[in-house]
């Protein structure tokens, strides 16, 4: 049952291909952006785990508020974005 269910597969995604995804999203042209700010918060916390310092705190807290608040305007803009371009 297997080895029928392989073939017809193959066979479906040779003949038809893949779906691609036709929906738009916001974060599509900001993965980029995003990455490098939880790449940027996750660094510091590499470089000093267990670090008792104030100033590094409190660059982790101020990291850690970027990484949540930018993508969130980036989502408004992009949904008042489309909500111009609909009207």
């Not at 940027?40 to 990291?63: G, K, T």
């Amino acid at each position: 049952m297997d080895k029928i269910r392989g073939v017809l597969l193959n066979e479906a995604r040779t003949l038809l291909g893949v779906r691609r995804r036709v929906n738009r999203d916001w974060f599509d042209g900001h993965n980029h952006v995003i990455k490098k700010l939880i790449d940027e918060r996750n660094q510091v916390f590499v470089n000093s785990p267990y670090n008792d310092d104030p100033a590094v705190r409190a660059q982790v807290v101020e990291l850690g508020g970027r990484v949540q608040i930018n993508p969130r305007d980036m989502e408004n803009t992009w949904w008042i974005n489309i909500a111009r371009s609909v009207c």
